[in-house]
């Protein structure tokens, strides 16, 4: 998100292609994402039955016959940290059931959480895994949650579509000729209530001559809809841009952010943002993004790659279609065995008339909900 003082009048100062047409590749994208939510992928069968009777042989002794742990028990006191409480619909929702599968699996150390939780894997078959992992699931009452499993890798410029407790710095180098910028935004996200988020924002930029807080944004995300089955997670936003330079604007920026698994190895995020400058909503744009990232390991502490797609055009395009398009290769690096701290690095291209020859993208995150910061390295 650009800062108001470099987004003022930024779409007519940029040199921003005079290219018709820009629409149709657009809405073919915003058509394609849409057609994505009615394909439904393929669930391994599970059990219930024979999940409840592995559970209670072999996890209620910890977790308490109803997934809430006794704090009376000296089992439960002789464990640090203590065992999940599986019944609580927060935790039980956010957890993905494929990260579950992968402790009952090969224990507790294995994602950096506690080595006390053993492994069964040479106890359990992969189908009974499966289907005590999904009779936990059903311990809570998650129904007004969205699901874990749609909590997809963080892009650089799509918006986010599941709603996190989490820790964000990204950094931006921009290479200009006669002009280099560094660009740096603090983001915390904090989940309010079954389906909402807060946001803060702070962003800092430097070109060399001022290096200066720019702007301070709040917001508040809402889940719109989703669907487990169809695995896709539709939220929207509102997002108040408070700038630090008296003679910038304030802005309010909505976007639509959508989240969809392709397929077990492949997902897809789109938004669609507005942003629209409170004295003169002319001076606006519209960005639309979308990414898809080749997930090719069940494990987090891996490197996955990911193409992602940007396209901004501004209100007012002088009788003619201005647009900016960029193309921006990106990896994301899980540095923890649980993935709850990533980096995420890339490099935008202009496909279009930019001022800029590149950007150079490097986000650090940090899902606080999952452990410390030092946890699990």
Known sequence: MMSSM??????????????????????????????????????EAADLGTGKRIFETTCAACHGSNGRPDPASP??????????DLSDPLFNSREPALDWEL??????????????????GENLSDEEIVSVVAYIKTLADTRAYPPGELNLMLPVRTKKAFLEDELVWGSRYESTDGEDEWRNVLELERRIGRRGQGILELVHEDNGQESELEEIELGYKHALAWSLESR??????????????????????PYLALAKELSARSTLQTS????????????????????VHWVWSDWP???FPALELTATAPFQSGGQDDVQFTVLPQVRLGLTRGGHVALNLGVELPLSDQLYDYRAHLTLLWDFADGGFFQGW
Request: net charge neutral; glycine share 10%.
């Open 6 to 43: 470099s987004r003022h009048g930024v779409y007519h100062r940029m040199g921003y292609a005079r290219t018709r047409g820009w629409i149709t590749p657009a809405l073919v994208l915003l058509v394609g994402a849409a057609a994505t939510l009615f394909i439904c992928q393929p669930a």
């Open 301 to 303: 502490r891996r490197v």
């Open 103 to 120: 402790v009952v699996k090969h224990g507790g150390q294995v994602l950096g959480l506690s080595p006390q939780m053993p492994p069964q």
């Open 75 to 84: 089992l439960t006191q002789a464990f640090n940290p203590p065992p999940a």
């Open 272 to 291: 669609a943002r507005a942003v629209l400058p409170i004295d003169d909503v002319d001076q606006g744009a519209l960005e639309l993004a979308g990414i």
């Open 232 to 253: 896709y997670l539709l939220s929207g936003a509102v997002v108040v841009a408070f700038p630090t330079d008296d003679a910038a604007s304030e802005e309010v920026i």
